[in-house]
T-cell receptor, first 115, second 111 residues
Framework: NAGVMQNPRHLVRRRGQEARLRCSPM?????VYWYRQLPEEGLKFMVY????????ESGMPKERFSAEFPKEGPSILRIQQVVRGDSAAYFC?????????????FGPGTRLTVT | EDQVTQSPEALRLQEGESSSLNCSYTVSGLRGLFWYRQDPGKGPEFLFTLYSAGEEKEKERLKATLTKKESFLHITAPKPEDSATYLC????????????FGAGTTVTVRA
């Protein structure tokens, strides 16, 4: 049973370019979460999505960042016009459908470097 | 706002030297407390979920406990392969499903 998959694992972008990070949840999971880990800081929640719906985007920066989880295909975290401060590890997690207490399983992360 | 504080920041142990990590939290209506392990360059790996005060969970050399204000992760007779950063996270109740993480405790076990 494959775990959460993220790609690319490493991404280098110049300032002003766009970054697209992809996440495929575990089989049978329909809830996806994105977290960011800045250097020397803890994991911070960004956004929670279900298929075709954004449920909670309270941790998402107001500008340049967007996320989607289409009916078909992976979840995408998109960062437009990247700046050096966007350099971080971005982790995706998934959990099963339902409203109970479920563990979130994390992917290996995408390490974004902005030059 | 949910707050999670882990201590100590770093812990250096000799192989076989047992110790405990602390996670204190402030949350409105705890749904669950989670422990994860993170190795350098990797994603967090799920270890335990604790739901209510008094609960305990064990896995190999690790044991997690929960009170109303804090959780402990006990490492018994650690081995070098237990070296990692251990993360504590809480999930509040209601419609809030995000995890709020502490900064982690980095454990180094020397042979």
């Amino acid at each position: 049973n494959a775990g959460v998959m993220q790609n690319p694992r490493h991404l280098v972008r110049r300032r002003g370019q766009e970054a697209r990070l992809r996440c495929s949840p575990m089989k049978g999971h329909s809830h996806v979460y994105w977290y960011r880990q800045l250097p020397e800081e803890g994991l911070k929640f960004m956004v929670y999505l279900q298929k075709e719906n954004i449920i909670d985007e309270s941790g998402m920066p107001k500008e340049r960042f967007s996320a989607e989880f289409p009916k078909e295909g992976p979840s995408i975290l998109r960062i437009q016009q990247v700046v050096r401060g966007d350099s971080a590890a971005y982790f995706c997690a998934s959990s099963p459908p339902g409203t109970g207490l479920y563990e979130q399983y994390f992917g290996p992360g995408t390490r974004l470097t902005v030059t | 706002e949910d707050q999670v504080t882990q201590s100590p920041e770093a812990l250096r142990l000799q192989e076989g030297e047992s110790s405990s990590l602390n996670c204190s939290y402030t949350v409105s209506g705890l749904r669950g407390l989670f422990w994860y392990r993170q190795d350098p360059g990797k994603g967090p790996e799920f270890l335990f979920t604790l739901y209510s005060a008094g609960e305990e969970k064990e896995k190999e050399r690790l044991k997690a406990t929960l009170t109303k204000k804090e959780s402990f992760l006990h490492i018994t007779a650690p081995k070098p392969e237990d070296s990692a950063t251990y993360l504590c996270a809480v999930q509040a109740g209601g419609n809030d499903y995000k995890l709020s993480f502490g900064a982690g405790t980095t454990v180094t076990v020397r042979a």
